[in-house]
């Protein structure tokens, strides 16, 4: 099969690699009818993370159509139309039934192979799904398929952080980063009850987005968050604030805007060694601090109805479909942030 494998640094392969077979009765093989480019992508994109093995193949966001299935596989056959969440998980152990699907202690990552062992990716024609009964999600009848990848990672990963903010109508919140999952994020903080919400950003076409999802949006190259913050809340701060850039620019942004005893809800992939904020930061502003890799099985069979309702126009955030051949292309358009590009779908 063609797939898209990385090879170092800011260097990707459209290549032919084996097709995925069955290794266990609990898999299933899954053509993949779109796969998408994640911000988390690019982590491994720009950084050559250490230890990943030449040749995985990329990505973790995906829909596709079953086209096998292991011995054991019971909740899914030959011909159903599924999306994923971008770790699998076994339903089973502890972490699953207090639903903390994403650190199941089967559970595997998408695109992550390292001295031989682990899980290619999705960003190919067909894709292994271990423990698919309990990873696997059907799309429901009549579906954007499109919309509906969404759930198994940025959508999802935007509700969890609005979902650790700790909504209250009667609160003030802030969402850094405007990207697919700060739009998620501002539509999730919506969905639990948030009337204001500030999005910051210096892209000007993401904070449209933003203000068409109900964000007042706040250009940092134009105009001081700060300034605007504490106008906005009688000079105490957001009494949240929701980051999901992954930056320490980003990090101490978010500590200097929240107020005494908020919270700063985490879902961007930091690489760095130490926080931007001293534990005497935090511990003078009796800060919660919540952060970690979204659950996202756990939330998908909420927002699969979120997304089939259409109360929210998610496909506009797709700013460009191309093949899977142009895959490094448009890694690069992302990475860039060339052409207005904000969520890039790949076909196979």
């Known amino acids: 099969m063609k797939a898209l494998t990385f090879h170092g ?88 039934k207090i639903g903390l699907t994403c650190r199941c202690t089967q559970g595997q990552l998408y695109g992550w192979r390292e001295n031989g062992h682990g899980l290619h990716g999705a960003q190919a024609e067909y894709v292994r799904v271990p423990l698919a009964d309990s990873t696997l999600f059907k799309l429901p009848d009549g579906s954007d398929h499109r919309e509906m990848l969404f759930i198994g990672d940025i959508l999802s990963t935007g509700y969890f952080c609005a979902d650790n903010a700790g909504i209250d109508p009667t609160k003030s919140y802030v969402v850094l980063g405007c990207g697919p999952v700060g739009l998620m994020a501002i539509i999730g903080a919506r969905e639990l009850g948030a009337e204001n919400i500030f999005a910051v950003d210096s ?25 605007q913050i504490s106008a906005m809340t009688n000079g105490r701060g957001a009494d949240a604030v929701m980051e999901v850039v992954g930056s320490l620019q980003a ?13 700063i809800s985490t879902v ?57 051949s142009l895959g490094a292309k448009g890694y690069d358009m992302f990475d860039k942030k060339l052409d207005n590009s904000l969520k890039i779908l790949l076909k196979p």
């Open 9 to 96: 640094k800011e260097k990707l392969s459209y290549e032919t690699v084996n097709d995925p077979s069955i290794l266990k009765p609990t898999d299933a093989i899954v053509k993949v009818e779109w796969a998408a480019i994640c911000g988390s992508d690019l982590h491994i994109y720009r950084e050559h993370e250490k230890g990943l093995d030449a040749g995985t193949v990329m990505g973790h966001e995906f829909v596709g159509e079953v086209v096998e299935v292991g011995s054991s596989v019971i909740n899914f056959k030959k011909g159903d139309h599924v999306v994923s969440p971008f770790t699998t998980s076994c339903g089973q152990c502890y972490y699953c």
């Open 203 to 227: 892209v000007e076409e993401r904070l449209i987005k933003a203000a068409g999802f109900g964000a007042i949006p706040i250009n940092f190259l134009h105009e001081n968050p700060m300034d």
């Open 251 to 263: 990090q101490r942004l978010a500590i200097d805007l929240v107020r005494p005893g908020g919270t």
């Open 268 to 324: 961007g992939v930091h690489t760095s060694d130490a926080f931007a904020f001293s534990p005497v930061e935090a511990y003078d502003k009796n800060l919660t601090f919540r952060i970690g890799r979204c659950p996202a099985r756990h939330y998908m069979d909420r927002l699969s109805t979120l997304v089939a309702d259409k109360k929210y126009d998610f496909s506009s955030i797709i700013s460009h479909e191309m093949p899977l």
